[in-house]
């Protein structure tokens, strides 16, 4: 059974600082998948991961497949990055099996 | 056109009543998605649509019952629902089939309260 576990739960920061997410998940996987969830509700698709690194803006997410384990960095933190950023795995077909989401409040 | 839409966004509706929600995308995804959320819990997924017919059903109860009458439109029925059915209830869209993964594109939720 594939497991997504994310770190920290919570993370608060000041305006400015570098922010890091981990995952980790327990078995081979097709896609790592992050995803940001605002107050209102809506999910957006941040990156799509099979291999290396990729970076949109002040975001930057890598994957390391042989220790199975993604990072999500922001750079140059903003009070609008406020949001659960959550980590899913995809393995076969199109079924996500979803980490339990990291709360970020950035502080002006 | 890259957006999912979803109506209603909000929705009350009383143990006896019967209502729907709509999903609608003009990507040409040919997969669709429903997925439940509860408070700060990640989704949870019900049903999955594949070139517009049912391919996932992870033992949904039968007061849910989606139809996807054509490509482009995903609707979930409600009946007798429950308290507990109150939720977040998230529409998705995607290509299906791609070797490397699959990005799914979400639509905006209707809130849905059961009283």
């Known amino acids: 059974k594939n497991e997504v576990e994310q770190s920290p739960q919570n993370l608060t920061a000041q305006e400015g600082e570098f922010i890091t997410i981990n995952c980790s998940y327990s078995?081979?996987?097709?896609?790592l998948h992050w995803l940001q969830q605002h107050p209102g509700g809506g999910i957006v698709s941040l990156f799509m991961?099979?291999?290396g690194k990729k970076k949109h803006g002040r975001l930057i997410a890598t994957i390391n497949i042989q220790e199975k384990h993604s990072s999500l960095h922001i750079t140059a933190s903003h009070p609008r990055d406020s949001a659960v950023y959550i980590c899913?795995?995809?393995?076969?077909?199109?079924?996500?099996?979803f980490g339990e989401g990291t709360q970020l409040t950035v502080n002006p | 056109d890259t957006e999912v839409t979803q109506t209603p966004k909000h929705l009350v509706m009383g143990m006896t009543n019967k209502k729907s929600l709509k999903c609608e995308q003009h990507?040409?995804?040919?997969?669709m998605y429903w997925y439940k959320q509860k408070a700060k819990k990640p989704p949870e997924l019900m049903f999955v649509?594949?070139?517009?017919?049912?391919?996932i059903n992870e033992s949904v109860p039968s007061r849910f019952s989606p139809e996807c009458p054509n490509s482009s439109l995903l609707n979930l029925h409600l009946h007798a629902l429950q308290p507990e059915d109150s939720a977040l209830y998230l529409c998705?869209?995607?290509?299906?089939?791609?070797?490397?993964?699959?990005?799914?594109?979400f639509g905006p939720g209707t809130r849905l309260l059961v009283l």
């Open positions: 998705a869209s995607s290509i299906p089939g791609l070797a490397v993964g699959e990005t799914q594109y």
């Open positions: 078995v081979g996987i097709s896609a």
């Open positions: 991961l099979s291999s």
């Open positions: 899913a795995s995809q393995t076969s077909g199109s079924r996500l099996t």
């Open positions: 990507m040409g995804h040919r997969a």
């Open positions: 649509y594949s070139y517009e017919k049912l391919s």
